[in-house]
């Protein structure tokens, strides 16, 4: 074990347009998974804590985006991070599992050892290097990634049961009615190539069931409507709940930050916990000011190189600032995504906002909201290229592209 001709490969699921509709209006301009946070797009986090893979040959993405929406970020990131990125686009809907087994021939490509399966819509520390270790101590087919949760919380995740001393995986439940357990699946896995196996032997039971209901015609029928394609198969319900307690699946778990990031809300919550974690991984990339050359800064904030912020403006914690933003004179952000070229007027206030592409905020303006990340108006959004005009104030509402607002509102989606 641990030899250096193994290798491993790590797939990373994105998902595709019809998947990120509770990320509007954000994903009306760029796929979900290209959104950034902390300065860098959604999928980056888990690419670059894939790096820290020992004897990593190459990385996938898959999902159902055109390939030219990545084209450009997998030729950027593959340079910069010096490992071969791949972006395979899905035909059809396959499932987590049927996704995977999809494309078994190019996984299997190197010859890996092991085979990481992350979803790209999941924020935590990714501790990848010490989970491929536990699972070579376990000697089973995969382990997961989890997370100790509340017991109210719990109910909209995958539950597990483990045992306490080998970890084994002993029953698995997809967002059950009543409670089963407080630790949750994290959606970030380590298999052995036999998961092909595994994937193959529920499409072939599948098929299997489906040439006996072909007794009948109404049966047939019937059983059309009623059963999944026998090459979609979803990796909870169909591999995790049948294997559990049978010595193949172990679980790992972190006692770190995980969330899942489904809304904006979301996004600019996990923003804030990648710009924390950058404190340990990346200090470099952290502003830091005082007041006199440059502006004042709370907490972990990222500027853009190209972007432009007064030396009197006050900024944090929590805020992410993109290329050729301006920040102008008296400006106070706190807890904000600021996209590419937007411009911040003096003494704006934005807090706990989302401002869009080549938007602009006037002269003392307020876009603000309460802050409730999993709320639908918790955060303010400004989609692309949306004019707040001089002391207008925009709070705990959601305004779509090019709109122009010249009078203040609250609580308001504003088509």
């Not at 290798?7 to 699921?13: D, L, R």
């Not at 876009?367 to 004019?387: C, F, H, M, P, S």
Request: charged content about 20%.
């Amino acid at each position: 074990m641990g030899s250096s001709d193994e290798k491993v490969v790590a797939v990373i699921m994105v998902g595709g347009p019809t998947k990120g509709t509770r990320f509007r209006p954000l994903s009306l301009n760029v796929p979900k998974p290209l959104f950034p946070l902390a300065g860098q797009p959604m999928v980056h986090h888990p690419i670059s804590a894939c790096k820290r893979i020992p004897n990593l040959a190459q990385i996938y993405l898959v999902g159902f985006y055109e390939e030219r929406e990545f084209a450009m970020y997998v030729s950027s990131i593959s340079n910069e991070l010096r490992v071969p990125v791949r972006y395979l686009r899905e035909d059809k809907p396959h499932g987590s599992a049927g996704g995977l087994y999809n494309f078994r021939d190019l996984i299997m490509e190197d010859n890996p050892s092991h085979i990481f399966l992350l979803n790209c819509d999941v924020c935590c520390s990714f501790p990848l290097p010490e989970m491929l270790e536990a699972h070579k101590r376990y000697g089973g087919m995969g382990t997961i990634l989890v997370i100790k949760v509340s017991a109210e919380s719990a109910s909209q995740f995958g539950e597990l049961v483990a045992d306490p001393v080998t970890k084994e995986l002993l029953h698995y439940t997809e967002k059950p009615e009543t409670f089963v357990s407080d630790h949750i699946n994290c959606g970030v896995y380590v298999f052995t190539p036999d998961i092909f196996t595994a994937i193959q032997g529920v499409s072939s039971q599948r098929k299997d069931r489906a040439n006996l209901r072909r007794l009948s015609s109404f049966e047939a029928l019937q059983s059309a409507t009623r059963s999944p394609p026998s090459d979609f198969v979803r990796l909870d319900q169909d591999i995790l709940t049948p294997f559990a307690g049978k010595k193949q699946l172990y679980t790992y778990e972190t006692m770190d930050f995980w969330e899942q990031i489904k809304t904006p809300g979301m996004s600019l919550k996990c923003s804030g916990l990648y710009l924390s974690q950058f404190r340990f991984t990346s200090p470099n990339l952290l502003a830091s000011g005082d007041g006199t050359k440059s502006a004042t800064i709370i907490g972990d904030v990222y500027f853009h190189p190209s972007a432009k912020v007064h030396p009197s403006a006050k900024v944090g914690p929590n805020v992410s600032i993109s290329a050729n933003a301006r920040i102008g004179a008296g400006v106070r952000l706190i807890s904000c995504i600021i996209l590419d070229g937007v411009e911040i007027m003096e003494n704006a206030v934005v807090a706990y906002a989302i401002v869009g592409w080549k938007s602009s905020i006037g002269k003392w303006s307020r876009v603000q909201a309460e802050g409730d990340y999993n709320a639908k108006l918790g955060i303010t959004i400004l989609g692309e290229a949306v004019g707040v005009e001089d002391e207008v104030v925009v709070t705990n509402s959601i305004v779509l592209p090019n709109k122009t607002l010249n009078v203040s509102v609250q609580d308001e989606i504003l088509l």
